[in-house]
């Protein structure tokens, strides 16, 4: 679906006068050069002005010309994301969510109930790696990287980010379908079953409080044979079996640890119970310490260029979820210490970029209007990441899709884009960036237009969500998903045969418009079908931001919050008003007064309060409010509820 952007002039030749047109307004015929050394007119579809000035009568049909070479700008046919209409259904969007985050159960390591191999009716044994060892220090669990099965740690970091920020900016997004090992609903929904995996793995990548365990496996050894995980760890060493090499570190890894550290203050925040919150609240100040005196990334052994040399947006990102997680003020201290003189980052959520998570959560929980301290503004970073990044590189594409480089991973990074826009979003909704009502549409629609590519509405007519309704059309390379136990697989077989479980990994997407081979092996095209946790991680921000407003849980929501917070409303004796609290975890409490029409009327700065009941008394003054009916919104963690209290003089 094209548009004509406003910036967008046709100048016809009409014998000696002059046609100025904009797509979606009247012509304006000018009827002689001579005459005429400025027309300004306004378009009306910005309420925008635009300005041509045309001075004397030697101007030819080849300047001419080049004025229209000059103002029928790049954009001249630019993607309508503004008015995006969705032929899915918001159960289509429901079921995507599903696969993507079972998905993540396709990749456990380790005895930890991988479903691809218990599911598996032709494998014997069921458990893979369950060696991976540093020192003899077990470091056995966690999630396979993509379709092969090292472990790496810039990935899974990342992607457990991904998943934790999206249930918790939108819990009622995430069903409970199963429990940790696919049995009857646990009362957990299920992302955070899935989380878990990968935060006790992090736990035990620190054997001490000077190593950091960073990668299992060898990614050549790895890559040597075709089969299942579990049949794999039969193999010799040299072919990827136990027990396979680990590497560490204790000198660098602070970003990685610092990203591990930050999906463990979430689990502190939302896992239900209260002995593995207080682990993962530990272990989230232990990593962040590590993280400090460890500086600089990590030298990834094969497979991966080293992570970019920007490390302030994990340490940002861990510190301010410890401020959150404990209200200790040094940690959000640090947090602005980390933005100072920084930039916006320019490149979509990726498993080395996670500036736009951290631009969200400063927004959010440290000041709406908070800066780097030389003049840029945190508010306007990500809103640059969204429309001068994002929509920009879609654009100019038929199916409004961005193409941020043309090989390994387009759909990964075109969804980590997603992700920022629903952020974006988020913050327009909550009034916390600036923003037209135009910019909140295009960066909803933007986000729904790239998960709709995904699903299937593309130029291929086929989802890149493998096995989504069933289509498995587009291949992935995933050794698990393909279930074969053919002693050498053929590459032949590879790209041919049918696969034993639809997966739910994200396919890792063309190479350019029309342009996708759809082969497992042979030559570069793997880098089309790969698939990994840091393909789904930022899927499932980005369908989340969707699921929780067109299919919500509100079972869920209502149940993690009676979990965590429970409070009643009285009047004091003074006249003041009370609340009256009782926590079941730690967390930021923010209290606001308003009236029935949204204005403030009083507002009791964030605290840090711990597990236990209080008796707060909030609201003072109530004589100058006035009497009449008033909202009291109770902040817990980033969810908010209201209730109405009535004030009489």
Known sequence: MYQFSSATLIILLLGKGVCIKHPFSTIWRIPSITHIRKKRFQTPTT??????????????????????????????????????????????????????VKFFGGQRCGNTHNWMLYDHEGLAVKVCHTKDAYQGKDVSGGWHDCGDHIKVAVTMGYSALCLLCAYDIWPQAFRDMY??????????????????????????????????????????????????????????????????????????????????????????????????????????????????????NISIPSFYPSPNTETSDEMGLCAVMLYRLTGNEQYKNEAVQYIAGKWESNYPLAWDTVADLLYYYLITFVDKNISNGSGGSIANFITKNVFNLAVPAGNPHAEGYP??????????????????????????????????????????????????????????????????????????????????????????QKNTLPFKFASGGLIGGPSDYKSFKNL???????????????????????????????????????????????????????????????LACPGMLQIHLTDLRGKTIQKVPARYYRQGAYAIEVITGLRQAGCGMYLVSVGFNGQWSALRTMIIN
Not at 50 to 71: A, H, M, Q, T
Not at 408 to 437: H, I, M, P, Q, R
Not at 564 to 582: E, P
């Open 47 to 100: 309420g925008r002005w635009w300005e041509l000035r045309l001075k004397g009568n030697i101007l030819k049909r080849k300047y001419l010309l080049f004025i229209v070479s000059c103002l029928v700008i790049k954009d001249l046919f630019a993607y309508d994301y503004l008015n995006y209409a969705s032929a899915f259904k918001p159960a289509d969007y429901t079921e995507a969510m599903r696969m993507a």
């Open 179 to 296: 429990d940790a090992e696919y049995g009857p609903p646990n009362s957990i929904p299920d992302v955070l079953d899935e989380a878990k995996i990968a935060t006790d793995f992090f736990i035990k990548s620190f054997p001490d409080e000077n190593t950091f365990v960073y990668y299992a496996g060898n990614g050549d050894y790895d890559h040597k044979r075709w089969s299942p995980s579990s049949v794999q760890s039969g193999f010799p060493v040299p072919e990827g079996g136990d027990p396979r090499p680990t590497t560490a570190s204790s000198t660098t890894g602070g970003a990685q640890a610092a990203a591990y550290g930050a999906a463990l203050c979430l689990m502190a925040i939302h896992y239900p119970d209260a002995a593995y919150r207080d682990l993962c609240r530990q272990n989230a100040i232990k990593l962040y310490a590590y993280a400090k005196s460890h500086p600089g």
């Open 403 to 492: 193409f941020f480089q043309n090989r390994w991973g387009t759909n990964k990074l075109a969804c980590g884009s997603a992700f920022a826009a629903a952020l974006y979003n988020e913050l327009a909704k909550k009034g916390l960036v600036t923003n037209t009502d135009n910019n909140k549409k295009i960066s909803k629609n933007f986000n729904r237009r790239i998960i709709d590519y995904m699903l299937g509405e593309n130029e291929f007519d086929h989802p890149f969500i493998h096995g989504y309704k069933g289509d498995m059309t587009h291949r992935i390379h995933h050794r698990n998903a393909f279930g074969s136990t053919v002693e050498h697989t053929t590459t032949e």
């Open 520 to 582: 497992v092996e042979g030559g570069d095209a793997f880098m089309e079908t790969e698939g990994g946790c840091d393909y789904n991680g930022p899927l499932i921000g980005a369908l989340a931001n969707i699921v929780a407003e067109l299919d919500p849980i509100s079972a869920i929501k209502q149940h993690a919050r009676a979990r965590t917070i429970q409070y009643r409303l009285c009047r004091t004796n003074s006249g003041n008003l009370q609340l009256t609290l009782s």
